[in-house]
């Protein structure tokens, strides 16, 4: 198959122009980009000359990397000086200066930021098509322009596998806090192994199922957020929740206990105390009236310090699984530019009350797995 659309880009953006070069590649025409056609021992710069003079179009990812690229600029002229048809895509926005600058003016910028890559990519090949890159027998603008709505089925395929991503990453957050805690019962040496690796035990798996639940709730919304963009998602733009919930959930759990343990030396979490009066008591009435009315402060006192612990948890993994979903967002946006800001707030919001039911889910699991175990 002759090359006959030629791709100038940056190599900051090779993972986007692999996957557009190769779609191009399979349902269009040839397609020319230097890391699919130069051979070991060929003179690059003459090839890509080559290739340049040869094509029938010329495709210019546009990014701030491309338009500080003396190589791009040295493309997009050679373009210029032998009157090859430019199609410009707007991947990532910068300011345009020179003939980049021309470009974007004069010339209809296809901008990826717009629409999901699906859409976007039939609005090239119709561009392709109008210049001649493609012969199409029969062809009736729009070319290849069929029904670009993802279906459910392609949405709740892929919760299942956050779900993992999540759970994945709640276990091993679980078996950070562990090994921590057995260090410091194996230092102090105040519990029998038997009951200390129950408790571990009980930690990972309850983190485990949390960390499932919770993601099956924040797949959903992530998915129902972005179905537009689903066809584009894959594991690997899920794995990198394993890393931020093992790396952010110790130190939401840190975090929360700093900020109790000051509410409680400021007096900001205190219980006001009763005196006891012992008028007409005995003196073992009066002792019992006294010793009881410490307990009392003491259970509330804790049981408070207990509440405001797990709110502030409650807080910080909201807050964290809104910065997880961000990065989650920032992680699928090198395929999918056209994210919009909404959508991305929705998927944000949707891994902050997933977390906030693992959590919940946890402290269940918990509860019923000690019970079981009589820990």
């Known amino acids: 198959m002759n090359k006959d659309i030629f791709i100038s880009y940056s190599r900051r953006d090779q993972e986007f122009v692999t996957r557009l070069a190769a779609d191009l590649d399979t349902q269009v025409a040839g397609v020319w980009f230097d890391q699919s056609a130069i051979q070991v021992g060929q003179n690059w710069h003459d090839e890509i000359m080559d290739g340049i003079r ?44 020179g003939e980049f600058a021309v470009l974007v003016h004069d010339i209809q910028t296809l901008d990826m930021r717009l629409g999901s890559y699906r859409e976007n990519f039939q609005e090239l090949v119709d561009g392709l098509v109008a210049v001649g890159a493609v012969k199409v027998e029969g062809y009736e603008k729009p070319f290849m322009r069929g029904e670009t709505k993802v279906g459910l089925g392609e949405v709740f395929r892929k919760i299942p596998a956050w ?122 009435e009066c002792l019992g009236a006294g010793i009881g009315n410490a307990l009392g402060e003491a259970i509330l006192f804790i049981l408070i310090i207990v509440l405001v612990f797990f709110l502030l948890l409650g807080v910080v993994w909201f807050l964290t699984g809104m910065f997880a979903g961000r990065q989650a967002v920032r992680h699928i946006r090198r395929l999918e530019p056209g994210i919009t800001a909404n959508q991305s707030r929705k998927v944000s919001l949707g891994w902050g009350c997933g977390a906030l039911v693992a959590t919940a889910v946890v402290i269940l699991v918990i509860g019923v797995l000690s019970s079981i175990l009589g820990l």
């Open 163 to 284: 779900a993992f991503a999540w759970g994945g990453g709640w276990t091993a957050f679980w078996f950070i806090v562990s090994f921590l805690l057995l260090i410091l019962s194996i230092s102090q040496n105040d519990t029998e192994s038997g009951e200390l690796f129950a408790t571990l035990f009980v930690l990972l798996i309850s983190g485990g199922i949390g960390g499932f639940v919770g993601g099956l709730f924040a797949g959903l919304f992530t998915m129902l957020a972005l179905r537009p963009n689903a066809p584009s998602i894959s594991w690997k733009h899920m794995s990198p929740t394993i890393r931020i919930w093992a790396i952010s959930g110790p130190l939401g759990m840190v975090v929360s206990g700093i900020v109790t343990a000051i509410m409680v030396s400021l007096g900001a979490i205190s219980v006001q105390g009763n005196d006891v009066s012992c008028e007409g008591l005995g003196f073992g």
């Open 54 to 97: 040869e094509c029938k179009a010329f495709v210019l990812v546009l990014s701030p990397d491309a338009a500080e690229s003396r190589y791009v600029r040295e493309e997009v002229n050679k373009a210029l000086e032998l009157g090859k048809p430019i199609i410009p895509v707007l991947y990532r926005p910068a300011e345009w200066t």
